[in-house]
């Protein structure tokens, strides 16, 4: 395993990305709610590069008890990354595709170093 300079750290902006390669293996690297995150460049449903999709707040649809529709709102707080290959939709911080908890991205480890930021390539 080697890592990879990025970027420093305040490089990223909020709800911002970087994406990164080494030896064939592309990596997303995000910041959301302060946090830095990567996951592969993957999309786990057919392989798209999801980390170079759009970003935008999750999408809910409010409905009343006896399930009328509201109308739909976006989530504040929240990211998604879309993949631009079939629109799948996965949560920038858990890498977990909105509908279905076992489709996630796969994770990469990140480290900071004195502000500069990394990931773990094996």
Not at 41 to 63: A, D, F, I
Not at 82 to 103: I, K, S
Request: with cysteine; net charge neutral; glycine share 14%.
């Amino acid at each position: 395993m080697k890592e990879l300079f990025v970027c420093n750290e305040g490089d990223i902006a909020e709800g911002g990305r970087k994406v990164v390669a080494e030896d064939g293996v592309e990596i997303g690297v995000f910041r959301v709610g302060g946090a830095i995150v990567a996951w592969r460049n993957h999309c786990p449903h057919q392989g798209g590069p999801v980390c170079q999709g759009r970003t935008m707040k999750r999408v809910e649809e409010r409905l009343t008890d006896s399930k009328q529709s509201l109308g739909i709102h976006y989530v504040e707080g929240s990211l998604n990354v879309v993949c631009p290959w079939h629109g799948y939709e996965f949560d920038v911080r858990t890498g977990r595709h909105v509908g279905h908890d076992a489709m996630k991205l796969a994770s990469v480890a990140v480290k900071n170093r004195d502000g500069a930021i990394y990931v773990v390539v094996s």
